[in-house]
């Protein structure tokens, strides 16, 4: 089981110190557990070259501890100071275009700058002996947000040396690269690798396999540069946890990879500000516009348990207005206990609400925090006092077991698709989205999962829409796991040096499902192949060739098979519309022997060790007693309020 915790984000440094002590009481009273602390601090840790003034840190750290409140302390190395970065001009990261990211907000480094690197092992190693062994610092934050403000790749000089020596490494010999990435073509031929330059400022569009290699270095670099806060930690601070705190829609790099390197992952979560980035249309946006998507937040929930391997947390709750959005919305009331309610029933460990107080000046001095300008209580702590009301009434939160579904996320698909998309409209994310909204609408808890062999294991249904290149090791954990599974569209379409494979898409995938596709279109906005009468295609479509082994279960109205099947694959060769992709769900879930729902729009559960979470988004009441079974009410009744939320559990659980 898991007492799972509330915490939020403070800056001691923004405050007059007598003010320090009444914020930890308040914080404390509110029913706080832990307060994260320090990431954007350096120029006042570090206000001059080699001169540290830690004493306040030190001093803020035993006023929280007093308090009894844990601290999480942030590593600064997104803020490097001014001091810096006129000793060493060059560590600021480049745009394409060949611009300098210039100082003035944050992120303003580039990954492969080894003196920026060094100057960042130097004050978390300074940090990590001061404070790492201290009995208030339970867990510890690297940096902030990689890649925030589109900061992963850097077209910059130290960029270019340190992909060239990436190259070596990967390749080995120039002749190997300029086949993997078929540099014959239009005489891209290379003789050395130090003439290998960086993809952008090209004529037209740079090799697809030169930027997917690009990506992958990108991406290695993000994942080192981390790695080596964590092994000053670790030196320093036995015990304590390591985390980083990602994004929503985000995947400029691979976050299992660097996961890997943490003890668990957390994400920052803002539903009304992702809500208005996002491709949906007005009609939803309006919709949702104090909620939430209702599936947004709770599919990151599922790929950062992922990648902390069952341990996670949300970093940053959004508890009022945000400052970024094209519109900023205040929540409705209820909405924040909602989104605390749902990451608590997917098994995080703790949710941090972004920030204490609202800052009154600088870039985000329009982000409301729980407390207002003046320190005057903002809607956000009301409904923390409800939440810590309603752990009491629920007690621990089962701990989260292997889901029967399983949906596949990579993301080095999505840097497939985003190089070549072969259709404006065409984003892996949207399109492994609406199957995991597919899911949620139809009841299911499912499990985000890397394509690993591991992952796949024990599952009774898998999904892997738009898988790139899957490995070798993973199309045999395919064959053999026993599971319902669902391949396409884009499934398998190119190897892994982004190419076509000779023997046609799927590649190796077509030992699942005995077809080939033989061409594909895109499909403009309006333009969709309607699916008989159980929906459409649209932004993408394929034309499938059936081997002896494969079977039409669906077919467009030209006849060209919409949906195949060998077994117990199924290949879908389209991007479905809401209907089309229930429909097939249904078939799914028969040959799975899985049970779906077909919720009310708005209303969303969870079912986990022996409890049901309900959910609702919609702007109405939704009556609980069709999905309620042999289940009593922990939390709530029958008939569930907008934003509202209620937990009901088995009699057999409850023993």
Not at 84 to 93: E, H, I, R, S, T
Not at 227 to 248: C, D, K, W
């Amino acid at each position: 089981m898991i007492e799972p915790k509330l915490a939020v984000c403070y800056y001691p440094e923004h405050w007059p110190e007598d003010r320090w002590r009444e914020d930890a009481r308040r914080m404390r009273e509110l029913g706080l557990s832990f307060v994260r602390i320090g990431e954007f601090a350096w120029s006042r840790l570090e206000p001059a070259e080699g001169v540290y003034d830690l004493d306040w840190l030190q001093r803020a750290i035993e006023v929280l501890h007093e308090a009894g409140l844990g601290v999480v302390l942030g590593t600064p190395t997104a803020t490097p100071p001014r001091w810096l970065v006129g000793k060493m001009p060059d560590m600021l990261a480049q745009d394409k275009e060949g611009r300098p990211r210039a100082f003035g907000s944050r992120r303003h480094y580039c990954f492969s700058h080894e003196g920026y690197t060094g100057e960042c092992a130097r004050i978390v190693t300074v940090l990590a002996e001061r404070f790492g062994r201290h009995p208030a610092v339970v867990a510890w934050q690297t940096d902030n947000e990689y890649g925030c403000h589109d900061t992963v790749e850097s077209y910059s000089p130290a960029a270019r040396v340190a992909f060239q020596k990436w190259c070596a490494r990967k390749h080995n010999d120039i002749a190997a690269l300029n086949r993997a990435w078929g540099n014959v073509f239009w005489s891209m031929e290379l003789s050395a690798f130090d003439e290998i330059g960086l993809p952008h400022l090209t004529v037209t569009e740079p090799n697809p396999a030169h930027v997917l290699d690009f990506r992958r270095f990108s991406s290695d670099q993000a994942i080192a540069f981390n790695r080596r806060q964590v092994e000053i930690i670790r030196r320093f601070s036995p015990g304590r946890a390591i985390l980083h705190n990602f994004m929503g829609a985000f995947d400029a790099f691979d976050h299992y990879g660097l996961s890997k390197d943490l003890d668990a992952a957390a994400w920052d979560s803002y539903p009304l500000g992702f809500l208005e980035r996002s491709r949906r249309d007005d009609a939803f946006k309006s919709r949702y516009m104090r909620v939430g998507d209702p599936d947004f937040q709770a599919f990151h929930h599922d790929l950062y348990r992922a990648c902390g391997r069952g341990r996670w947390w949300v970093m940053e709750q959004q508890p009022g207005a945000v400052n970024w959005g094209a519109w900023n919305p205040a929540p409705a009331p209820g909405a924040v206990r909602l989104w605390t309610h749902e990451a608590f029933a997917a098994g995080a460990e703790v949710v941090s609400y972004f920030r204490w107080r609202q800052a009154p000046f600088a870039q985000e001095q329009m982000h409301e925090g729980l407390l207002l300008p003046n320190s005057e209580p903002n809607a956000a702590c009301g409904e923390i006092a409800r939440v810590m009301r309603d752990l009491a009434s629920c007690g621990p939160f089962p701990k989260t077991s292997r889901a029967d579904v399983a949906l596949v996320f990579d993301y080095e698909s999505a840097w497939a698709w985003a190089i070549q998309p072969q259709g404006r409209d065409f984003s892996y994310f949207d399109l492994v989205f609406d199957v995991y909204r597919a899911l949620r609408r139809a009841g299911a808890s499912i499990d985000v999962v890397p394509p690993e062999p591991d992952a796949v294991k024990d599952r009774r249904l898998i999904l892997a829409p738009g898988l790139f290149a899957p490995r070798e090791s993973f199309v045999a954990a395919l064959e053999t796991c026993g599971a319902v599974i669902l391949l396409g569209p884009r499934a398998g379409s190119k190897t892994v040096d982004f190419q076509i494979p000779p023997d046609l898409p799927p590649g190796p995938l077509r030992r699942l499902v005995d077809v080939s596709v033989t061409r594909v279109e895109s499909l403009r906005p309006g333009a969709e192949v309607a699916i008989g009468d159980a929906g459409v295609f649209h932004r993408w479509r394929e034309f499938l060739k059936l081997g002896g082994a494969a079977a039409a279960e669906l077919r467009a109205v030209d006849g060209e098979t919409a949906l195949a099947r060998s077994e117990n694959a199924f290949y879908l060769a389209g991007w479905p519309d809401e209907r089309l992709m229930d429909a097939v769900l249904r078939r799914l879930f028969e040959s799975a022997g899985l049970t779906g729902l077909r919720l009310p729009e708005g209303l969303r559960i969870r079912d986990e060790g022996g409890r049901r979470h309900f959910f609702n988004y919609g702007p109405d009441a939704a009556d609980l007693r069709p999905f309620l079974g042999e289940r009593a009410f922990l939390l709530g009744e029958d008939m569930l309020e907008p934003c509202g939320v209620a937990v009901a559990e088995t009699r057999a659980a409850a023993k």
